[in-house]
């Protein structure tokens, strides 16, 4: 009896050490997230608002706690919609859709893997939702880019006090593009001014059809664009020499082109995404009630170069954009 009491005690004391062994081996362990970005294109704004989405999970998980498989779209909604689905196949945990057509092209592709989207101006526009009142519902969320629109025509009213006649530029391809110049020019229309929309398909007509703006227009305002912010250059190349200001929907576009803008910063977009990431991730977050989160500051800007260039002498309470 005393030999088979021994056996007994012997063999609970090895399962005993072997638990022991094997919590020891898993202590500091943690789950490591896959999370597949998909981004429209490179330029300022958008790089920034992902740099800022990563910064943010690693600040949260550590380096060791996620992995990204960055992708970029090259400004073509067709190969933004091939990565989605690519990403599904790959069954990431989370979809970063940075621009509206990524996240259109991400919202097509999966109805269960969580998709937060940024640098997207309305979600109801881009979506198609009808009565959208903040929140996206389903597996979507995200931050907003959205300035105060009707601020950023005052803003052409302030620097262009003498104009007339304002054309808005922005490609006809981005939802989000149309619905801004839409708001912008009912508020121009307010103030007594004659706004005219100048859309373009893509950077192959860009040129056109801004020159044919700056031969007819007092002033230019373009909204956040991505064509735009992609080929500022094009646009600065016309303008400047016929002395038309450009009115920027954000700062990585008047840094290229514009007089002035009501600037958000996307990286800080970007990060605050990566915390929405977090909270869906680690802490079990439903997104399906997760509202839109907009950029909590908007910082009057200028050009200093563009400014001096066209004659323009700055407002007051707009700060010089900082060039490299």
């Known amino acids: 009896m005393k030999k088979v009491l021994s056996i007994i005690l012997a063999l609970v004391m090895c399962v005993s050490c072997c638990t022991m062994m094997t919590a020891c081996s898993n202590e500091g362990t943690s789950t490591k997230y896959t999370v597949g970005i998909c981004q ?44 989605a689905n690519q990403f599904v196949s790959n069954n990431v945990d989370l979809i970063m859709a940075n621009a509206t057509p990524a996240l259109q092209s991400a919202a097509a592709a999966t109805g269960d893997i969580p998709i937060l989207g940024t640098s997207v101006t309305e979600y109801g526009v881009a979506l198609e939702l009808e009565d959208f009142s903040g929140t996206v519902g389903g597996n979507i969320s995200g931050t907003s880019d959205l300035a105060p629109l009707d601020k950023q025509a005052e803003m052409i009213a302030q620097w262009c006090p003498d104009a007339k006649t304002v054309g808005l530029l922005y490609c006809s391809k981005e939802a989000n593009s149309q619905y801004q110049v839409d708001v912008v020019k009912a508020e121009l229309e307010k103030k007594g001014l004659t706004a005219t929309l100048y859309p373009f398909t893509d950077s192959n007509d860009l040129a056109q059809i801004c020159t044919t703006a700056a031969d007819n227009c007092d002033v230019i305002y373009v909204p956040t664009d991505n064509t735009v912010a992609e080929n500022t250059g094009i646009i600065d190349n016309i303008c400047e020499p016929k002395k038309i200001p450009v009115i920027a929907g954000e700062e990585g ?72």
């Not at 740099?51 to 998980?61: N, P």
């Open 40 to 83: 429209l294109m490179e330029h300022v704004a958008l790089d920034a608002a992902t740099d800022g989405f990563k910064q943010a999970l690693i600040d949260e998980l550590g380096e060791d706690g996620v992995e990204f498989d960055v992708q970029n779209g090259q400004g073509d909604p067709a190969t933004c919609s091939t990565i």
């Open 253 to 324: 576009i008047c840094s290229g082109c514009g007089i002035a803008t009501l600037s958000i910063s996307y990286y800080d977009l970007g990060y605050t995404t990566g915390k929405m990431a977090v909270k869906i991730l680690r802490d079990g977050a439903d997104i399906s009630t997760m509202p839109i989160e907009y950029a909590e500051n908007q910082t009057p800007k200028y050009n200093a170069q563009n400014c001096e260039a066209l004659g323009i002498t700055p407002l007051e309470g707009y700060e010089a954009i900082v060039t490299e």
